[in-house]
């Protein structure tokens, strides 16, 4: 079933245009963190954009094994933020709202299904307190301390894409292919990455 994105009244006073977003091609706008919509039965809704999120979540995940077992049954991480954008939820605005330290696991974890979330940063240490890359030699510990450190500082997914590669600092260290070589090839950058990824979302203590 399509998404119908909500209707958006502005509140008074407000007159730049807001941020769009767009679901299946159709323009959403977010206001004053709350949405209105018209439901199944025609009537207007109101609802806090967190509220609205969370039942958006609970639709797709109706509990948290669930949505760990998705979540970790997939290696590109993407395709489920992906597949819930399409759905209706609006992880930018909401991110806003919750604060934008946390990565789409933990800001998921916590507006679903109120779970303490850990930020960007404790999970990103508590990977280098494991020092889990011990068996990979120095350049290619070089790629992955400086993939750890974007995630940190930018919440990115989407780690093992080799586009990533094209980009500061990856950029200052060598053309794409050379860093792929680092590691043996592509398959052996993304297993790297996906080791990575593993040990990004185990349980912190």
């Known amino acids: 079933m399509d998404f119908e994105p909500p209707d958006i009244n502005i509140p008074p006073g407000v007159t730049e245009p807001p941020k769009k977003y767009y679901i299946n091609g159709k323009p959403v706008s977010v206001l004053a963190e709350?949405?209105?919509?018209?439901?199944?039965?025609?009537?207007?809704?109101?609802?806090?954009?967190?509220?609205?999120?969370?039942?958006?979540?609970?639709?797709?995940?109706?509990?948290?094994?669930?949505?760990?077992g998705r979540w970790h049954g997939v290696e590109r991480k993407a395709v489920i933020i992906e597949e819930l954008e399409k759905e209706g939820l609006l992880l930018d605005p909401l991110a806003e709202e919750v604060g934008r330290d946390l990565d789409p696991f933990d800001l998921i974890c916590y507006v679903a299904f109120d779970q303490p979330p850990l930020?960007?940063?404790?999970?990103?240490?508590?990977?280098?307190?494991?020092?889990?890359?011990?068996?990979?030699?120095?350049?290619?510990?070089a790629v992955l301390d400086a993939l750890l450190q974007k995630y940190q500082d930018e919440g990115v997914t989407g780690l093992d894409d080799p586009r990533i590669l094209k980009v500061l600092p990856f950029s200052a260290m060598g053309t794409p292919l050379e860093l792929l070589n680092r590691f043996g090839g592509r398959s052996a950058f993304e297993k790297a990455v996906h080791e990575l990824q593993t040990a990004l979302y185990e349980k912190v203590a």
Do not use: M, P
């Not at 439901?39 to 109101?46: I, Q």
């Not at 930020?119 to 290619?140: H, K, L, M, P």
């Open 34 to 68: 709350r949405i209105e919509y018209l439901d199944e039965n025609g009537r207007l809704v109101t609802e806090s954009l967190r509220d609205y999120s969370k039942k958006t979540l609970r639709k797709r995940f109706t509990s948290l094994d669930q949505f760990l």
């Open 119 to 141: 930020t960007r940063r404790e999970r990103a240490d508590s990977v280098r307190n494991r020092d889990i890359f011990s068996t990979y030699g120095e350049q290619s510990r």
